[in-house]
């Protein structure tokens, strides 16, 4: 079995609504193996630099008030398939479109504020893990 990484990020919406512990539950629950995780808050300039991908969407200064607006709750989880299995736990971006049981579903309320944001692929996995955690935060081998 080849284990590998996901990076995922509790959202300050989920923080300040109390989620922290039901969705660790959740992803725990589905066998992800928690190997790093910490509270923390976005500057605004390093929020600008995580999302840069999005700086020429219109919705790109909106993203950066909210998502440096509170604490958030960083983790690396490990498991075979990590990244399409929490993607597949997640669900959609949409809450309404969500499928029933999904992270989304059970605790984001609208696109902007989606409760929980989870890597897209092993490279941006990777990425997003070194920009938040050093190696020696992290209990797994990367």
């Known amino acids: 079995m080849a284990l590998n990484h996901t990076f995922i990020m509790i959202k300050?919406?989920?923080v300040k609504k109390g989620y922290i512990?039901?969705?660790?539950?959740?992803?725990?629950?589905?066998?992800?193996?928690?190997?790093?995780?910490?509270?923390?808050?976005l500057s605004k300039r390093d929020a600008e630099i995580f999302y840069a991908i999005h700086k020429?969407?219109?919705?790109?200064?909106?993203?950066?008030?909210?998502?440096?607006?509170g604490p958030i709750v960083?983790?690396?989880?490990e498991k075979e398939n990590a990244v399409d299995d929490f993607r597949t736990l997640l669900g959609a971006t949409n809450p309404e479109e969500a499928a029933e049981g999904t992270i989304r579903k059970l605790f984001?309320?609208?696109v902007g504020e989606n409760a929980v944001h989870g890597s897209d692929s092993d490279e941006n996995s990777l990425i997003e893990i070194q920009f938040h955690f050093s190696q020696s935060e992290i209990f797994s081998e990367i």
């Open 21 to 41: 512990g039901p969705i660790l539950n959740k992803i725990t629950a589905s066998d992800f193996k928690i190997v790093s995780i910490k509270m923390t808050q």
């Open 74 to 77: 960083a983790a690396v989880l």
């Open 108 to 110: 984001a309320y609208s």
């Open 12 to 14: 300050p919406d989920a």
């Open 56 to 69: 020429d969407r219109p919705f790109f200064n909106d993203l950066i008030a909210f998502m440096s607006s």
